[in-house]
């Protein structure tokens, strides 16, 4: 017997990904006032930008920069003041599996800040921030196989669908945004200190000229100065539309996915003619795009004759990406805070701030289950002064979301529209709302075959075999070992079927 094989090759890209690695960014300022002048720091945030990285071997390197925001008094403790400052960082991180390619790959780096610090010392603040970096790289792989084998009306075949994906095209693009937003008379706003902004994409609108178009939502909270009695600090919430097009190199595929992020965010509030108050603000918004294509495909999962010379197949594992993950969930949360013993007592709640620390996740049933550490903080007045009081605290926190994610994909947590609100004068609630986004790809593993030969076999035993079926074992496992065909095991036994406990008996008949 002659056999003819059929090939065929199938496009799709190994995923690479970087062991999370922790790291410490730390910088120094000096402070406007004087050497002898008490300071005091109030709240320290930080952002994180990642602008690139690199691939060598089984390392990533990622170069980025974190920018510093504090709110501190110097002098007069009760007038806050705000501070920005940068420092770059490039770090570098192990691969969790070798990578042998020399080839180009599309590397996505990503960071997150996880704790900050800020301390007053000799006119100076020294600030330190720890971030969580990981990255993921893409690799094109073309894997080859035997799509068929022909020869004999004997041979019998063993089929399985594989749904693949790859990516035909991305891009990426940044553009500055400028907004300007009115300012209610009733807050008595005196000056704005800084915001904060987050970028939510709500559609992706993919074009003939090559081009895709990103929709979506910006929310930004601004915290202010203000001259309203018993309020010194006052912050606002403010939503801004965006719509930014990027062209894409490559095709647009079948399916679009997009990621926006706020690299830079600017405000300044001053007064208009005529009488209010405005806050303008300048955004620098990123957006990166990827086109995949989906191909579904039909291979050889194993295969074997009736009749005359036996079939030596060999297969391998292979492992290959058939989906995109993109996807976010927002879900209302609260805490109570417990003030540390011996802290003045609250009268008035001014700022609250919560940065969540995703510990654990896990995934059941189309929903994610996040447990971690809530990084809060509250500015607040006591009845006797002026001056405002701030304390930390960390506060564990599970929050299940309505999404259809994975452990393993890159899940990032924000915590928005905190409002405190005292309890008692030790103890202040904190509601917040946590939006989780995901974004990974999906894999599949299936074992294919990738050469086949002829072999010599000796003659198959005739007559009537009674045999019981071995754990895990199918039908098509004892069609092979018998060499007769399904239909005929089938036929024989009507009730069978694949997935048959062990033990059951099953008669095959070779003539």
Request: charged share 20%; aromatic share 4%; glycine share 8%.
């Amino acid at each position: 017997m002659e056999l003819q094989l059929i090939r065929e090759n199938m496009e799709t890209e190994q995923i690479l990904s970087a062991k999370p690695t922790q790291a410490a960014v730390e910088t120094e300022v000096a402070l406007p006032g004087g050497l002898r002048e008490e300071a005091r720091v109030y709240y320290a945030d930080a952002s994180v930008t990642v602008n690139g990285g690199e691939m060598t071997g089984s390392r990533v390197s990622a170069d980025g920069r974190v920018t510093f925001h504090v709110l501190y008094a110097q002098g007069d403790l009760a007038h806050v003041k705000a501070l920005e400052t940068t420092a770059d960082f490039s770090q570098s991180l192990p691969l969790k599996e070798e990578n042998a390619a020399v080839a180009a790959v599309r590397l996505t780096p990503r960071a997150e800040v996880q704790h900050v610090s800020a301390k007053a010392f000799n006119g100076r603040l020294l600030l330190r921030a720890i971030m969580l970096l990981t990255a993921e790289a893409a690799l094109p792989r073309t894997l080859s196989f035997v799509k068929d084998v022909t020869g004999d009306d004997g041979i019998q075949r063993s089929v399985q669908t594989l749904q693949t994906q790859h990516t035909v095209g991305e891009g990426e693009g940044q553009t500055l945004l400028r907004e300007e937003f009115e300012l209610s008379d009733v807050l008595q706003i005196k000056n704005t200190l800084y915001a904060t902004a987050q970028a939510q994409v709500e559609d992706i609108l993919g074009g003939g000229d090559g081009k895709a178009t990103v929709t979506g939502t910006i929310a930004i909270e601004a915290y202010h100065t203000s001259d309203m009695p018993g309020r010194p600090l006052v912050y606002t919430r403010h939503l801004m539309p965006f719509e930014q097009t990027v062209a894409l190199s490559g095709a647009l595929g079948d399916a679009l996915a997009a990621h926006s992020a706020v690299r830079d965010v600017a405000v300044l509030s001053q007064e208009i003619e005529g009488g209010g108050r405005i806050m303008r603000a300048e955004i620098q918004l990123y957006s990166a795009l990827t086109a995949v294509e989906n191909a579904e495909m039909n291979v050889l999962r194993d295969v074997f004759t009736t009749d005359g010379p036996a079939i030596d197949a060999v297969s391998q594992q292979v492992v290959f990406r058939n989906g995109t993950v993109n996807a976010q969930a927002a879900e209302s949360g609260r805490a109570v805070m417990l003030l540390p013993e011996g802290s003045p007592r609250v009268k008035t709640a001014l700022l609250g701030f919560v940065r969540p620390v995703l510990v654990k996740a896990e995934q059941q049933n189309g929903k994610l289950t996040a447990d971690g550490i809530l990084a809060a903080a509250l500015i607040y007045l006591t009845d006797d002064s002026d001056v405002p009081v701030s304390v930390e605290q960390e506060i564990p926190f599970h929050t299940v979301f309505a999404l259809d994610a994975s452990p393993d994909d890159a899940l990032s947590l924000t915590a928005v529209q905190v409002e405190p609100a005292p309890i008692t004068g030790d103890r202040v609630e904190l509601k917040y709302i946590l939006r989780l986004f995901a974004e990974g790809v999906r894999k599949g593993e299936a074992r294919v075959i990738t050469d086949a030969e002829a072999v010599d076999a000796p003659a198959a035993r005739q007559g009537i075999v009674l045999s019981f079926v071995q754990p895990g074992e199918s039908l098509w496992d004892i069609a092979k070992r018998y060499r007769v065909s399904m239909d005929e095991i089938r036929h024989l036994n009507p009730q069978v079927e694949d997935g048959m406990q062990a033990g059951t008996p099953v008669i095959t008949y070779k003539r």
